[in-house]
Nanobody
């Protein structure tokens, strides 16, 4: 069974920075695309940033220039460096990955980590 575990969320003042991490564990042959998503209460989950196995990144317009997604394929770990945080970035952030496991390709979600930005 493949699991994703996020860490790094917390409380920060506006203008501050946080770094989220997402570690994949289990029997993993390879990981294709990975991404960070967020979901505010009562709203749909939205993409924040995605990254291919080769390192090509894409960002939501709302975070371009402030957030940086990266991955360490050797460690099966995904990162999100968040700078110049704004109160509207406050919500739960989820890690996502498409993993090649013994059963085939599976899409896996983490449990979420809360980011709170105070004004």
């Amino acid at each position: 069974q493949v699991q994703l575990v996020e860490s790094g969320g917390g409380l920060v003042q506006a203008g501050g920075s946080l770094r989220l991490s997402c570690a994949a564990s289990g029997t993993i042959f390879s990981i294709n695309a990975m991404g960070w998503y967020r979901q505010a209460p009562g709203k749909q989950r939205e993409v924040v940033a995605t990254i291919t196995k080769g390192g090509t990144a894409n960002y939501a317009d709302s975070v371009k220039g402030r957030f940086t997604i990266s991955r360490d394929n050797a460690k099966n770990t995904l990162y999100l460096q968040m700078n110049s945080l704004k109160p509207e970035d406050t919500t739960v952030y989820y890690c996502n990955a498409v993993v090649r496991a013994p059963v085939g390709y599976v899409e896996v979600w983490g449990q979420g980590t809360l980011v709170t930005v105070s004004s």
